[in-house]
C-alpha cells in the first residue's frame, strides 16, 4: 500500500522587505566573497525599492563586468542613460572586453584623465596595433603606482619595437629584470629583438625556475604552472632554432602542442614556428594542426576568439599567410583561393595578402589578374610600392610581357639608376622591339650618375655599356662619342679599343690618331706579317680547305640536329610506381628457355633408341665395323684430350647473364 502524502505545514504570515541598510550589507558581503551573480540579484532588489539609487546601479554594472555577463552590463549602462552618473569608462571596458576597440577608443574620449582611464586606452592601444602611442602613455605612468606596471611596459615597448629602451624603463622604475618571472620574459624577449640570443637564453632559464617556484608556492597544480610558464617554453624553442638545435626546438615545440595547454596563444605560436621549421615538407599534416586554431562551426577561415584577442596583428598575420602558402605546396587550390581573398580583407594595408593573391593568380595562369591587384596595391600604397613592383615586374617578365616588366622596374625611384637594373630594363626593352626606350634609359642612367656625388660613381660602366649596346644596334656616331668622353676622362684600353673599332667606320684618319694611343701587345714587336704569310703554316691547300668546310658544315647540322633532340620522360607500365619498383625483374626473361640458367633438359630413355633394318643387318655392320670403330674411339678421345689443353673452355650461359646492367633491364620492362 503506498503511504499517504504528508501534509503541507501552513504557511508563514508574509514577512516585511529587508531594509535598504540589510541589502546594502549583504551586497557588500557578496562582492567581498566575489559573489557577483548574488550581488547583481541584492542589487536588482534594492533598485526595486529604490529605482534611483546610484549606487546600486553603479554595484550592478560592476558585478556583471566581473562575472564577465558584458552584454548585461552594456544593457544596463543603457538603461541608466537618465542616472546623473558617467559610465564611459565602464561602457569603454565593456567594448574591449567585446573587442570592439574603435567603439571603446571613442568611448574613453569625454572621459576624465586618471590612471584607471590611461591604462584601459592603453591597452585598446596595444589591441588595435598602435604599439608606440601605447608605449608613451605607459611612459607617463612611471611615476604613478600602478600594479604591474613594470611588467606592461615592458611588453608595450617591446612590442613597439623599442627594445632598447627596456633596460632604460627598469632603471627608473628601479626595478630587477628577475623580480618576477613576467618581467623577466620580458626583458627576455627584449634582448632576442636585439639579437642578444645567449643572454636570452640564460634569462629565459631563470625565468622558467623562477615561475615554478612562485606558482608551486601558491598552491598550483602541475598543469597550471606548465599553462602559466608556457610562453616561455616557446620562446625558449624559438632560441634554439635561432641557434640551429633544430631537433631540440621541433621536440619543444611538438611537445607543448601535445600538452593541449589552456593558453592557446603559445600554442599558435608553437604551431606557426613548427610548421616554418618543417617548411613545406608534410604540408597536410601542418595544415592539420593550423586547423585547432580555427573558430569552430564557423564558415570560412577564421580564428579562434581567443587566439585573435591574445595575439598582435603581425603575429596573426604570419599564421595566416603560412597557412595560405601551405595550401599551395599541398594544391588546394580552391581553399587557398577563399583564403587569401578573406585574408586582403583582414590586412588591407599588408603586403603579403597582396603577393599570395598574385601568387594564387599565376598558378591559375591568370597573370594579367596578378599584374592588375599588384599595380593597385603599388599606387594606394606608395610608400610600400617597392616589393609590389618587383613582383609584378617578375609576373610580367615570366608572362612574356617585357614592356609591363620593365615599366614596373623603372616606377621604383631608388634603384631605377643602379646597374643591375638598368642592365634589366634594357634588356626587356630590347627583348620587346623597343630600342628607342632602350636607349632613353641609358642616356637618363648616365645623366643621373653624371650629377651624382658618390664615391662609387658607376658612370664608367654604363658609359662603357651604352657605347657598346648603341654600337651593336647601328648608331655609330652616339656610340663614338660615348667612347670619346670615355677616353678623354682616362678611359681604359677597352674604352680607346672601341673607339677606334666606332671611328674607323666612318672617319680611317681620326681612328688612326686614336690607334697611336694603344699600348702595343707584349711578343709582337719582331713579327713580320709578309713573311708570316709564306710560311708552310699559313699556306693551306684549296681542295683540304674545301673539305674542311664541308667536314665544319656537317658538323655543325649534326649538333643543331642533336640539340633540338628533345629529352621525353620515360614511359613506365600501367600501376608502376618508379619510387617502389619492388624486385628487379627476371634479366634473362627474354632469352629462348634452351639458353637460360634454369634450363634442365629431359632425360632421353635410352629403351626407346629407334631401329630401323632387319636386325641381321645391323648385327652384320658390328662386326664389320667393330676393330674400325674401337680404334676411332680412341683417335676422338686423344684428339679431345689434346684440343681442351689448347683451347680453354667457353663460360657457361648462366656466366654470361648473371649481372646484366640496370640500364638494359630497365628498357626491356618498358618495351
Known sequence: MAPKPKSKPSQSPSQPPPSLEDLFTSLNKHIQRSEFKQAVKVADQVLGIAPGDEDAIKCKVVALIMNDSIDDALSAIQSARNFPIDFSFYKA??????????????????????????????????????????????????????????????????????????????????????????????????????EKYSDAEQLLLSARRIGQEMLLEENYEADKVDNELAPIAVQLAYVQQVFGRLEEANEAYAGIINQNLADESSLAVAVNNLISLKGPKDANDSLRKLDRLREKDVPGFKLSHTVDLKLLRKQKEAICNNWVLLLLHANKMNQAREFVAVLTEMFPDSMMPVLLQAAVFVRENKAVKAEEILGQFAEKFPDKSKIALLARAQVSAAAGRPLIAAESLSKIPEIQHMPGTVAT????????????????????????????????????????????????????????????????????????????????????????????????????????????????????????????????????????????????????????????????????????????????????????????????????????????????????????????????????SKAEKSKPSSKSSRKKSRN
Request: charged share 30%; net charge positive; hydrophobic share 35%.
Open 93 to 194: 571596458y565593456s567594448l574591449y572586453r567585446q573587442n570592439k576597440l574603435d567603439e571603446a577608443l571613442d568611448s574613453l574620449k569625454g572621459q576624465e584623465t586618471s590612471t584607471s582611464a590611461m591604462l584601459l586606452e592603453s591597452q585598446i592601444l596595444y589591441r588595435l596595433g598602435k604599439l608606440d602611442a601605447s608605449a608613451d602613455i605607459y611612459q607617463n605612468l612611471q611615476k604613478s603606482k600602478v600594479e604591474w606596471l613594470e611588467i606592461n611596459a615592458t611588453a608595450n615597448l617591446v612590442a613597439a619595437g623599442r627594445a632598447s629602451e627596456v633596460q632604460g624603463t627598469l632603471d627608473v622604475l628601479r626595478v630587477k629584470a628577475t623580480s618576477s618571472f613576467e618581467l623577466a620574459y620580458n626583458t627576455a624577449c627584449s634582448l632576442i629583438e636585439r
Open 425 to 652: 630594363i634594357v634588356a626587356l626593352r630590347e627583348k620587346a622591339g623597343d630600342i628607342d626606350g632602350a636607349c632613353a634609359v641609358l642616356d637618363s642612367a648616365i645623366n643621373w650618375w653624371s650629377n651624382a656625388m658618390t664615391e662609387d660613381n658607376k658612370i664608367g660602366i654604363l658609359m662603357q655599356e651604352a657605347a657598346s649596346f648603341k654600337l651593336r644596334h647601328g648608331r655609330q656616331e652616339d656610340a663614338a662619342r660615348l667612347f670619346e668622353e670615355l677616353v678623354k676622362s682616362g678611359g681604359s684600353m677597352e674604352a680607346i679599343a672601341g673607339l677606334v673599332s666606332t671611328v674607323a667606320r666612318m672617319n680611317i684618319e681620326k681612328a688612326e690618331v686614336y690607334a697611336k694611343k694603344l699600348k702595343p701587345l707584349p711578343g709582337l714587336k719582331g713579327v713580320d706579317v709578309d713573311s708570316l704569310e709564306k710560311t708552310s703554316g699559313a699556306q693551306q691547300d684549296a681542295n683540304h680547305s674545301r673539305v674542311g668546310v664541308s667536314e665544319m658544315y656537317e658538323e655543325g647540322k649534326s649538333k643543331e640536329k642533336a640539340k633540338k633532340k628533345r629529352k621525353r620522360k620515360p614511359r613506365y607500365p600501367k600501376g608502376f610506381d618508379p619510387a617502389n619498383p619492388g624486385p628487379p625483374p627476371d634479366p634473362e626473361r627474354w632469352l629462348p628457355k634452351r639458353e637460360r640458367s634454369s634450363y634442365r633438359p629431359k632425360r632421353k630413355d635410352k629403351r626407346a633408341a629407334q631401329v630401323r633394318g632387319s636386325q641381321g643387318s645391323v648385327a652384320r655392320e658390328k662386326q664389320e665395323t667393330g676393330a674400325g670403330a674401337n680404334a676411332n674411339a680412341s683417335n676422338s678421345k686423344s684428339n679431345q684430350a689434346g684440343s681442351s689443353k689448347a683451347e680453354p673452355p667457353k663460360p657457361s
